[in-house]
């Protein structure tokens, strides 16, 4: 049996939920809570699991993992059906740029630890810091819906007709902005995407809503 160690409010986390959904794969969820008592990842326990103490991190027979993308696509070689990545290089170096984008780019910004940084350091307010996030999600998601509006390989999802590593970061992404009122309706092509997502059984039993531990 295969263990998540996630948050149901996380991306990271929700990504992973996602891609073990669309594999079919069983999972225990173990929720880690980043607000209760200064927040559970902090604690010895969990930074043995990752010195980071971030989530998710997944635990397996050959092992713990962690970073959401680096846990994907160790899903995705070790269960290759179906695959979240496409079979020419390609198509999976730009179904990695769009992961990334987001990943990388977009999510470390508006990270729960960067707000309580702005908060403890700088002073900022709810509403400052849910303006920060509004600015950084609209700038990179503004510049994925390009990615995805002028190339003819998105299809019904990001890349094709099938959901991707792409997808499985889209649409957390997508929850984050609604979740600060991040502009939208300016972005299409991804509002149409996530709703053929949010149509899939896979992406909506991963929903932050549908968790043990959602409050």
Request: aromatic share 6%.
């Amino acid at each position: 049996m295969l263990a998540l160690y996630t948050y149901f409010r996380s991306s990271a986390a929700y990504r992973v939920r996602i891609a073990l959904n669309l594999k079919a794969l069983p999972y225990e969820a173990v929720p880690v809570h980043l607000l209760r008592d200064g927040g559970e990842q902090r604690q010895a326990e969990h930074l043995a699991r990752n010195p980071l103490g971030l989530v998710p991190v997944l635990s397996t027979d050959e092992g713990m993992f962690t970073q959401s993308l680096a846990i994907i696509e160790f899903l995705d070689e070790t269960h290759p059906a179906p695959a979240l990545l496409p079979s020419d290089a390609p198509g999976r170096a730009r179904v990695r740029a769009i992961a990334q984008t987001i990943a990388c780019d977009i999510h470390p910004l508006n990270n729960l630890r960067v707000l309580q940084y702005l908060a403890r350091e700088f002073g900022a307010d709810d509403s400052r810091r849910e303006a920060w996030c509004r600015h950084w999600v609209d700038l990179g998601l503004g510049a994925v819906e390009r990615m995805l509006r002028e190339d003819p390989r998105t299809g019904r999802f990001c890349h094709g007709e099938t959901p991707t590593l792409a997808d499985c970061c889209l649409v957390p992404q997508v929850f984050n902005a609604r979740r600060v009122g991040a502009r939208l309706d300016d972005k299409p092509t991804i509002l149409r995407i996530v709703s053929a997502c949010e149509a899939l059984e896979a992406f909506r039993r991963a929903a932050p809503a549908n968790q043990p531990d959602a409050e």
